[in-house]
């Protein structure tokens, strides 16, 4: 697009410096966005592509004018937005259906909040529920319905209000495979041939094949806080295809800049100031990470190797590498840069070692590299009971991050320990203890 046809196309959303924190328990505050800039212009389809947990759903809840920012201004056709507009509509990962009400009924309850004549409401209905390829499950339950059509009843509602502006929040990320892609092969369709009743799409994914596919400019998000890390405009000629070159070396492209920007908890100390436990612990299975390391080590990559066919050749989805490849990162098993991992000295020795000395290594590595590791292990082995309740531990954690966050790092915590024998967490009870599997 050159600058005078981008002028000519109305700006629909700008999004200015916009923070969001949180309240904290104690008191300080969790900042979950930062200076985010965004514009969504007429007839755009923008990716906000980040990982779990970075605040997109945040971000999309403020343009929704559902949560008001912190700081900075949001702008919707022009005018500040200062509560839910009617000219935006969102649809939701998990549709948000409701199980009592008819197919049709979900749908006209997107148009309640305009006041249009009964008949005007059933036609608009209609047409929604034909365009989204629902004719003929009008009156049916929303528990009658696979997800894929639960979901294109999430559409429909949504496309009901001729929304200049439809917010997407990972609305394929809950259907299989197969479903996911019908789903985009159809609202693509529709889109290319003018048939969708709205303005511009924001959609945010975690899939950057996804994003790559669907979208006009990608806008990478960062974590911790979340902010746009870099903005990628994609000049593939639509229908795109997955196995073209340029499709290929796109996804590859936007790979290197997620994980050359992966936050690096272990090597930035100063990113966590205090006790430094604060740092929010990714859940990875150990056989992945053991796994990671063995293949990295082995034939044909010789401890080193690019993400991307790792990712391929081990059958993961790119959420499912990172915060393995990460935590290896957080252990000093490997480096990551640039779309690239490398094993240290220490992960070849661990790929080459028997069962009992990876375990005496990677415990050695836990409590050394991982503060939280450490302080548990130090609390468990001062008490005469070598036991603590999880609450003592969750109350810490959650002076530096929210509360989900805390039980996800604890949980991620003792998968870790247990593979390493350092301590122990008994459910039952809720305590961690000091009682190596050995013993
Ligand atoms: N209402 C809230 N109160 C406190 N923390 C919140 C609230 N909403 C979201 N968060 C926190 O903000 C962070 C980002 O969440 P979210 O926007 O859902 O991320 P994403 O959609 O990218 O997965 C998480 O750490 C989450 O726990
Ligand atoms: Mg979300």
Not at 153 to 165: E, K, N, Q, S
Not at 338 to 344: E, K, N, Q, V
Not at 354 to 374: G, I, N, Q, T, W
Request: a negative charge.
């Amino acid at each position: 697009m050159n600058a005078a046809a981008e002028t000519a196309l109305e700006l629909l959303l700008e999004v200015e410096h916009v923070a969001k924190a949180f309240p904290r328990g104690d008191g300080g505050e969790l900042n979950v966005l930062d200076d985010v800039n965004l514009t969504l212009r007429e007839g755009e389809i923008v990716g906000l592509l980040g990982r779990s947990g970075s605040g997109k759903s945040t971000l999309l809840r403020l343009i929704a004018g559902l949560s008001t920012p912190s700081s900075g201004e949001i702008r919707f056709a022009g005018r500040p937005v200062h509560g839910p507009s009617r000219g935006i509509a969102m649809v939701f990962q998990g549709f948000a259906l409701f199980p009592w009400l008819t197919v049709e009924e979900n749908v006209v309850l997107g148009l309640e909040a305009q006041k249009l004549p009964r008949d005007a409401m059933h036609q608009r209905a209609e047409s929604a529920i034909d365009l989204i390829g629902l004719s003929g499950f009008e009156a049916a339950y929303p528990r009658e319905l696979s997800g894929g059509m639960r979901q294109r009843v999430g559409f429909a509602r949504a496309l009901v209000v001729h929304p200049r502006i439809l917010l997407m929040d990972e609305p394929f990320s809950a259907l299989d495979v197969l479903t996911a892609e019908t789903l985009r092969g159809d609202f693509l369709e529709l889109w290319a041939e003018g048939q969708m009743p709205i303005g511009a799409v924001l959609l945010v994914t975690h899939n950057i094949e996804e994003a790559v596919q669907m979208c006009d400019r990608i806008c990478v998000f960062g974590s911790n806080p979340g902010r746009i890390l870099v903005e990628i405009p994609v000049n593939i000629p639509r229908p795109r295809d997955r196995l073209d070159p340029r499709f290929r070396a796109l996804v590859e492209r936007i790979y290197v800049e997620m994980t050359a920007r992966a936050p690096r908890p272990a090597a930035r100390p100063e990113l966590f100031p205090g006790s430094g436990i604060g740092t929010v612990l990714p859940r990875v299975s150990s056989n992945l990470l053991a796994g990671l390391m063995e293949t990295v080590a082995g034939p044909p990559f010789g401890g080193r190797a690019d993400l991307p066919v790792i990712a391929q050749s081990l059958q993961l989805e790119i959420d499912d590498l990172f915060p393995v490849a990460e935590t290896l990162q957080m252990l000093r098993f490997a480096e990551v840069e640039g779309g690239d991992i490398r094993l240290t000295d220490a992960g070849v020795d661990f790929a080459n070692s028997s069962l009992d000395d990876r375990k005496l290594s990677f415990r050695r590595h836990l409590l050394a590299y991982v503060p939280l590791a450490a302080h548990v292990r130090r609390v468990l082995e001062e008490r005469g009971s070598h036991r603590a309740p999880k609450s003592r531990f969750l109350d810490e954690l959650e002076d530096h991050m929210s509360p989900e966050a805390a039980d996800l790092t604890l949980r991620a915590l003792v998968s870790l320990a247990r593979y390493a024998e350092a301590f122990v967490y008994d459910d039952a009870a809720g305590e961690f203890r000091l009682e190596e599997a050995a013993a």
